[in-house]
């Protein structure tokens, strides 16, 4: 399963897209601690302290954002899911 990064987050794991074979069957939870293993810089990217997330950076499944699934970050990612990472964007 390939997860797509966007802006701030590309150089760090290296494109816009990682292949994470594993992905399918994790929680999104479960997940995002995979991809901080992988890519040890991700940490201070997604994480405000050590177990909890910053509320800025946003994950997408299918378009939607993780937080208000159902399931929230608990949700089980299916095969067909499609995953994407946002950090904060600013504009005006």
Do not use: C
Not at 6 to 34: D, M, S
Not at 35 to 42: D, G, S, Y
């Amino acid at each position: 399963m390939k997860i797509n990064f966007y802006a701030t987050l590309r150089p760090i794991v290296g494109g816009k897209t990682v292949e994470v074979p594993e992905a399918a069957g994790r929680t999104v939870l479960q997940l995002i601690e995979a991809l901080v293993e992988r890519f040890p810089a991700l940490r201070r990217e997604l994480y405000k302290s050590e177990t909890e997330l910053w509320p800025h950076v946003h994950f997408f499944v299918n378009g939607r954002d993780a937080r208000y699934l159902a399931d929230g970050l608990d949700y089980v990612i299916k095969p067909e899911d499609t995953i994407n990472i946002f950090p904060p964007v600013g504009g005006g």
